[in-house]
DNA sequence: AAATTCCTCGCAACCGTTTGCGTAAATAAA
DNA sequence: TTTATTTACGCAAACGGTTGCGAGGAATTT
């Protein structure tokens, strides 16, 4: 049993050893040219033999550079953003960055508390989706301010902000899903939305309202619930509509656990779905698909958006490597596409 | 419009705005005793005033401690440790933690490079879920020879390793199932496990076997199938099941996904559930509630689990930072309790 | 009033890497 | 051979905080 005393390997050490300088074990690591062959196979020799790892926090503090990206999210189990940065984190990790995951819990205090722990750490970057009830986007200033790129995503500032933007077709997925429901014969809509707060349901609602206006008819307040999305809340907004007649023959709900809760809903109630109500979704979590019956729902295309995202950020972080673009920089919004997925609820 | 120059404030710039010397600035920082408290506040004053944050690489490499912990996980995809992470994440931010989540997606390869990175970012400790393929646990060796502790959960080393391990009891799991089955009557019973290299499938099969020996049973060969639990993989076994009598009176999946593509496959061939065949899962993931008929499974209470784990990482934490006690320090294994949770498949 | 203690704060070295500058040796050009 | 150029490497100063040591001043004791 050998008894390896606990020892951090530096530089130095590999210096010493090699009777080299730290400078040239440096420029080793860091690929840079004139530095003769033999040295450099001698010195990644010794790298593998000690199983040096290069201090990320002295060479961060020197280089001021850092290959780690952050991503705050309102919650890592909601399927469509755990799919979401499950790419980014693959693609970022082919081309040699590590991502930081963070919850917010929706918590506005605790995304304040992110942006400036994350800024603490000095990240390349910062992806975020910001919690339900963002609508002061103030706190991420201390990251653009310092020139670290930001890129919002799904959950998007709805003032101007100078950030890159990237979001699904909401209000496409809005009028989508409405659209079907009217084309189905319903007349008599609910819409179950999240706040008017966050920018989805804004856009969401938007669509759905352009439908109904080109069906001429009327988005009755007392058919509109905006809510935080939970299936509890779904529960009341549908005893509600089922309280007194006429009942809906039809729920649009703004993400898959209000919908399917209003199906669980509708069966326990003995309404037949989806012959006296149809109800459609939004984001085709897995639980849509295996439901009987089976949900309608919106498609985000996940993968997609991770994708397009660390394009837009690989593009970012060249930029702002490249020079101090002050606020020159271009600040695009990209939306992403969304299509309908019809199943049996409909 | 104010054009702010992008600035990074240290604690020279504070300390020169105050005719004060950096060293103070960090004392007030750090909340060391004998500062005066009129000078605390003014300095507090102006970290608030300019919007300072303490550069965590600078801190984090002098004083040689972060705070900051890894975790490690398959995929956070998965019900069980989303919920795990989620719970982590929120109790070691009460007590001034941050967490950096990889994911290794099931590659051993990738498990090893995230170590790697873990080690160099030096954070305070490592938390792992394995791959399915670890069985060799030597690549967290970087970690514990240099006093980082790990902690692992869920699949563990099968082998001894000086490390914390908390696990579920998967034993039991595999236990309660099975009887269960057993109980209701089957005697065929078909055991869908996960690949025997990872810790918490030679557990449940162990209880498995346990539970089929106190029937007198045999766990037939052409029964029991040790398989990556995908939904396809999960189909092949039920198609090969089925191929030819005796058909099985039940199947026991080591997780929920093998489960429900189980039942999918046994309502696309007429086998009724459970009149016919009954079926168990693993894990109560949010679909098996949810599916027609709801889906019989083995509750692991993520949310205790990811209790336990921050409570054991605390306690490691002011135990390395006591002394550098070479190796005598303790190893507990805890294991967390299950539940079975009866439902209408079986 | 002198001596002692305590409080408050500055000095300066250090953490491990990076990088501009300088220099010696090797090579190419004159 | 001399001069100019290139190559390979070392020196030393940063990067932003932390912390042991020591000094000056105020408060306390004798």
Redesign the pocket.
């Known amino acids: 049993m050998k008894k390896k005393p606990p020892i951090?390997?530096?530089?130095?050490?590999?210096?010493r050893r090699?009777?080299?300088?730290?400078?040239?074990?440096?420029?080793v690591?860091?690929n840079?040219?004139?530095?003769?062959?033999?040295?450099?196979s001698k010195v990644m020799a010794m790298v593998e033999k000690v199983g040096?790892?290069?201090?990320a926090?002295?060479?961060g503090?020197?280089?001021?550079?850092t290959n780690t990206v952050g991503l705050i999210v309102p919650r890592i189990s909601m399927f469509f953003h755990a799919e979401v940065i499950t790419t980014i984190q693959n693609e970022l990790h082919r081309h040699g960055y590590h991502l930081v995951i963070c919850q917010s819990n929706d918590s506005l205090e605790v995304e304040k508390e992110l942006t400036r722990t994350l800024y603490a750490s000095r990240v390349a970057a910062v992806i975020a989706s910001c919690t339900l009830f963002t609508t002061d986007f103030s706190h991420f200033d201390v990251l653009t301010e310092n020139n670290i790129p930001v890129i919002f995503y799904d959950r998007v500032p709805i003032k101007p902000y100078p950030a890159c933007i990237i979001k699904g077709d909401d209000y496409r997925g809005g009028y989508l899903a409405t659209t079907h429901l009217l084309e189905q014969g319903c007349r008599r809509i609910a819409y179950i939305s999240g706040p008017l707060t966050c920018s989805v349901y804004v856009d969401r609602f938007a669509g759905h309202r352009q439908a109904m206006q080109e069906y001429d008819l009327p988005v009755s307040n007392n058919r509109v619930f905006y809510q935080e999305l939970t299936a509890e809340n779904a529960r009341k907004a549908m005893k509600q509509l089922f309280s007194k007649k006429p009942y809906p023959d039809a729920v649009f709900a703004a993400n898959d656990v209000s919908a399917l809760e209003a199906l669980h809903f509708a069966k326990e109630m003995g309404v037949s779905v989806p012959d006296d109500l149809k109800i459609v979704g939004y984001s085709n979590d897995p639980r849509s698909a295996i439901i009987a019956p089976s949900m309608t729902t919106i498609e985000q295309f996940p993968t997609n958006t991770g994708k397009t995202i660390v394009a837009e950020l690989l593009k970012l972080l060249k930029e702002y490597h490249g020079q101090h673009t002050a606020g020159v920089a271009s600040y695009p919004t990209i939306v992403t596409a969304v299509e309908l997925i019809r199943r049996r609820s409909s």
Chains 1, 2 share one sequence.
């Open positions: 951090q390997h530096s530089i130095h050490d590999l210096a090699l009777n080299l300088s730290p400078a040239t074990i440096s420029r690591l860091n840079h040219p004139h530095v003769h062959k033999e040295t450099r040096y790892r290069r201090n926090m002295a060479s503090l020197r280089s001021n550079k």
